[in-house]
């Protein structure tokens, strides 16, 4: 059974989600909504012509901070030294950018501008954060996602890079302050190959509630 969210603050049990992972209809994406959703599990993911859309897939795809595979060209690009790490220094661009340069196989994107205010939102309320690469002084790659230091979880949103590695090189650097600060593990949502080359893997749904509380 479908279920049609209002104005109120709930969520189904992320095991009533459908055999693709989709759990809910609507809503909004106030802070509040989002705090929950991302505590219990859940994420949205829509597109523009689409209603707001919640998901809770079963597998779900996770990097354990320590499994992180820094293969070698990542490792020679680490010891050059020719890119700034910052954290949380450009939020807004670093999502705006995330949502406009082009991805191999992918025709358009799903971070909406109403998605946009939604973590710039999130941001101000110190719940959403960016990793920023930087490159003679211009943001050439980064990530942002949702940091969850009471569950030492965080739930990765999405990446972007304009020169070879920056993405990757952000990501190391996520996974290295997982993995100083004791996080539990880094969510990715859905299989992708790309993540699966730097180390993440699948879980059963299961096994990511049960580690997430």
């Known amino acids: 059974m479908m279920h049609y969210l209002t104005e109120k603050l709930w969520f189904p049990a992320p095991s009533e989600a459908t055999l693709d992972g989709l759990l809910a209809i609507g809503g909004d994406l106030s802070v509040e909504r989002l705090?929950?959703?991302?505590?219990?599990?859940?994420?949205?993911?829509?597109?523009?012509?689409?209603?707001?859309?919640?998901?809770?897939?079963?597998?779900?795809?996770v990097l354990f901070p320590e499994k992180f595979n820094v293969s070698k060209s990542l490792r020679k690009t680490l010891k050059k030294g020719k890119f700034k790490i910052t954290f949380n220094q450009n939020f807004s661009e670093v999502i705006k950018k995330c949502a406009t340069v082009p991805r191999k196989g992918q025709a358009g994107t799903w971070i909406t501008k109403e998605m946009q205010r939604a973590y710039i939102a999130l941001h101000k309320a110190w719940v959403a954060v960016s990793v920023e690469v930087w490159e003679n002084d211009k943001l050439v790659g980064?990530?942002?996602?949702?940091?969850?230091?009471?569950?030492?979880?965080?739930?990765?949103?999405?990446?972007?890079?304009?020169?070879?590695?920056?993405?990757?090189?952000?990501?190391?650097?996520?996974?290295e302050y997982a993995k100083a600060n004791n996080y539990k593990f880094i969510d990715c949502q859905i299989y992708n190959e790309h993540l699966e080359s730097l180390g993440a893997e699948e879980i059963g749904r299961?096994?990511?509630l049960a580690l997430l509380q």
């Open 35 to 61: 705090l929950l959703a991302y505590n219990s599990g859940i994420f949205p993911w829509f597109e523009d012509d689409q209603p707001t859309l919640w998901w809770s897939p079963d597998p779900r795809m």
């Open 142 to 175: 980064g990530l942002y996602g949702i940091d969850l230091p009471q569950k030492k979880v965080f739930c990765g949103e999405s990446m972007f890079s304009l020169v070879s590695d920056a993405s990757k090189v952000a990501f190391y650097h996520l996974s």
């Open 206 to 208: 299961g096994s990511f």
